[in-house]
């Protein structure tokens, strides 16, 4: 809305209606939603598995550009093997996430943003291990270590699982910016403070698993 300014065609008491219309009137908007989603979500992915090392030596106060870039180079294949076997057991964690969610309602969001927290805090800490402490790089023992890691430091736990709520709560924020007209252009410059903010605070999580 803020992109199109005085063009814009609903307010703000039929937005929604005008949504489902568009949608229902136009399919090829949908498949360019879900495609934009499906290409965003997947460049994230690679993103992240090829950066990791470097983030991660960047922040054990390694500086140099060819020794952080030798890093990605070297690193990738365990990122990726790590990264597998993160998927599976996110995918677990989800499951029991949901549950209490489904058993008890509202008043078990707390509990849900914990455990889907895990995973992301045992991934960042198996490659960690990989890239500073010289863990075995592909085998699933050092995935493992890591859900111990975690499990056994409820602090880390409860902060990083704060801290990633708090970038989920940023990227929410960001979107809210982007789909309001009360700011106008300004709303996409607020968003694109937000989206940095939140990148600061996945990296501030990052930090979290050298022990």
Known sequence: TAAMGDWRWFDDGHRMRALVELFADNPAVIAAVVGSLMSTTIIAAVFSV??????????????????????????????????????????????????????????????????????????????????LEEARPYHPMTFLRAIVDVARRPLWWLSGALIDTAKIAVGIAALLFIVSHDLGAAGIWIARLAGLLALMLGMWRVSLARL
């Open 50 to 131: 090829v950066t990791a090392p470097a983030i991660i030596a960047r922040l054990d106060a390694r500086r140099r550009f060819t020794e952080l870039c030798g890093s990605c180079a070297r690193y990738l294949g365990p990122m990726l093997v790590q990264s597998g076997y993160g998927l599976i057991f996110r995918a677990l964690c989800t499951g029991l996430a949901v549950l209490p969610a489904t058993l008890i309602g509202p008043g078990a969001l707390p509990l849900f943003f914990l455990f889907a927290a895990f995973p992301v805090l045992v991934l960042d800490r198996a490659r960690t291990a990989v890239v």
